[in-house]
């Protein structure tokens, strides 16, 4: 799947030429990254769920660090194509920022209370951050089909 993605990343650029070339780059990455983040929300239950508190601030640092960067790969016109971003997107920069925002800060909190110890503070805090993901895909991501 990697190599895929890294396939179609380099014949974007080849493609460079055409238009929409550079959105398809984009949305790649884009998608690389959210798959990143639910990867790291898969390893901070383990860690809940094994009491491993400590093993959950890494992952956590690393979703807060992503979110701050992610509005960024939504340059404007990359809404066509293999991507499931809402056009609210673009008409509702504001508010997609600030959703990026909360989950940024909803990550950064979780990372603090992990390093705590207390498993069950974590795995609220847990809830709560993912109730951020959902606050943004519900208004700008399209249904999974
Ligand atoms: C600011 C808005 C926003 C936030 C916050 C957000 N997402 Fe997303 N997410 C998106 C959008 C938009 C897409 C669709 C991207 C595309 O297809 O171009 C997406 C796609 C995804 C995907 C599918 C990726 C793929 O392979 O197509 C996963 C998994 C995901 N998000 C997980 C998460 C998790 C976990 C969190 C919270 C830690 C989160 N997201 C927070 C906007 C957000």
């Given amino acids: ?60 640092e690393k979703i807060a660090a992503s979110l701050k960067t992610f509005p960024s790969l939504f340059p404007k016109g990359s809404g066509e194509g293999d991507t499931d971003a809402m056009p609210a997107i673009w008409t509702d920069w504001a508010e997609f920022e600030k959703a990026a925002a909360n989950t940024s800060a909803a990550a950064e909190k979780l990372a603090m209370i992990a390093k705590g110890g207390d498993a069950s503070a974590t795995g609220d805090a ?17 249904p999974k089909t």
């Fill in 1 to 60: 799947m990697r190599y895929l993605i890294r396939a179609a990343a380099v014949g974007a650029v080849i493609l460079a030429t055409f238009g929409g070339a550079v959105a398809a780059d984009v949305i790649a990455e884009r998608k690389e990254v959210m798959k990143g983040n639910g990867g790291a929300m898969k390893a901070i239950k383990a860690a809940v769920e094994g009491g491993k508190t400590a093993d959950a601030v890494a992952p956590a």
């Fill in 126 to 142: 847990l809830k709560a951050l993912g109730g951020t993901c959902g606050a943004c895909h519900k208004p700008f991501r399209k």
